[in-house]
Each structure stands twice: as C-alpha cells, then as structure tokens.
C-alpha cells in the first residue's frame, strides 16, 4: 500500500518526485481498488475527473493501491526541469512526456483500465462493446481501433440500451455488468478521438446486470456485407478468451465465467460493412432467438 500524501511518497528514502510540490489530488475507490493521483496545478483536477473509471466514488483514505503522479510544464520546482514537458508517472516510473495535456489525459485514461481491468479480481473484463436489448446483452469482443465503438454508436441510435465500448464486465456467474464511460469516437481527418456521452448519441446507459443474448465476433471490410455463420459456443468462448485481460494470467477464473455466459447462446461470425444495416439486423437476429 502506499499513502496518497501530496508531499510524499511513503518509501523510506528520497525519491524522484520528492522535489515537487504537489498542490492538489484526488483518491477514489473503483471495484474496491483504490487509486491517487495527485498534481503539481490544481486547475486539471476537473479535467482529469473525465477520464476516470465509470462508476469511480471518491476516497478519504490516505492510503492507495496504484498511485499516478502529473508534473504540468510550467509548474514544477523539480530540480530536473520538464523543459515545457506534461511528465505523467506511475510511481516512480515514467509513462509519457508530451507538450499535450490531451494526449496526458488518454495515457492515464488507458493506463487506469488496464490496471484496474487485471487487478480486480472478483470481475471478468473482456475487450468489448457491450449494448442492452430487450433484457439481454450483445457483446461484441474487439481490440482498439476494432469498430467496436462506431458499432455501439449505430446500435444505441437503433435503440439499444448502451453498456460499454471499452469492456465486457462479466462477474462470476456469467452476467453482465455495465461499464459506462464516455464513448470515444474517433474522428475524420486525423482529429482528436471525441469523448461523448451516450445521451450525445439520443441513448441512455444501462443500469442492471443482464445475461448475454447474443455474442457477435466482426470485423469492418469496406464494402463488405453482413452474412454471418452461427459459430459454437466453444468458438465464441475463444472468441471472448482472445480479448481477455487476465487470459494469460488467470485462466482457471476466465474460461468457467466465459462458458457460463455463453451457454445456450447465439454466436455469430463475419465480415461487416457500414454499421446501420448491421446494428439493425443484430437487434432483430437477438430478439428472433429469444423469442
């Protein structure tokens, strides 16, 4: 455990980051995991509350598991100068160093769901775009830069109850749990991913812990048409196990929850173009095998 004191690390010795002064920080506890983050400018705290894990609440403890650290150019007394630098740190090791606040924000932002998304360990988290329809969950497992997101977008504007587009969260009987960040849509021309509420979209985000209905592995070809093959349930397990953070790690806890989602599941498989014909014919195939 280390203590989130502004001033100083808990470690015994003079450290890199003693140098600087920490003006301000916020702890919080996300699936019982506590986390700091502290500041050398108090004026980003309200920024960096956007990038926060869904569903974070704020701590008063003074002690963390994981603590970040962001060194603001133009800020720091440290005697090593970030020369117009934004540094971000996890404990002592340096992550990134950009004169982007912006591109700060993403690294922990990333940084905060990979490490919450491995050490949790009563949850599953499987890279996935999650919707809720009549009661039941789609998932659709994918990386970053997948479509997964721009596929979520075009099933919540069709109607569907928006769960994630970052992570299926499975707890250990196989349901599903929501994990409602801002969706992060990516935009033409090279600009900035935009980070944007559901509600943006006409949508609302899901609430209750719902059973999987329908598992969708896909990918985007351009032109392409949506003709998918049913797949077993063992396929669409390894579908899910692919996209798994704690795959490696953990298999004996990954491979029981992901069978137990999906059993008795429809699964499908293929090639997909544009995503407004495909979210549609995913809400009806869905609400055809439940009926």
Known sequence: MLTSNFSQLEQGTETLLDDIQ???GITFITYGIRIGIRVNAPSVLALLTNYLPPQ????????????YSLIVAGNSLHHNSS???????????????????????????????????????????VHAGVVGWR?????????????????????VKAGATYYSDEYAVFDTDGLVHPYPRLLSIRQQGGERTKRCP????????????IPVGLVVNTWYQPKGQWNPRTISSGQAVLALLDNT???????????????????????????????????????????????
């Open 22 to 24: 920490w003006q301000a």
């Open 56 to 67: 974070w609440e704020p701590s008063v403890s003074p002690i963390v598991d994981k603590l």
């Open 83 to 125: 020369n117009g630098y934004h540094l971000l740190y996890d404990e002592q090791a340096e992550l990134t160093r950009t004169q982007e606040l912006e591109e700060i924000f993403e690294i922990l932002d990333s940084e905060l769901r990979l490490w919450v998304g491995v050490s949790v360990q009563h949850r599953l988290f």
């Open 135 to 155: 009661g039941r969950a789609i998932v659709i497992p994918g990386r970053s830069f997948s479509g997964k997101t721009t596929l979520v977008a075009a099933l």
């Open 198 to 209: 559901v509600e943006e979209l006409g949508g609302q985000a899901g609430t209750d812990v």
């Open 245 to 291: 953070l704690v795959a490696r790690l953990r298999p004996e806890f990954a491979l029981p929850i992901l069978s137990r989602a999906v059993s008795g599941v429809l699964a499908l498989e293929g090639e997909r173009g544009e995503t407004q014909d495909v979210a549609v014919a995913l809400l009806e195939q869905l609400e055809a095998s439940i009926a």
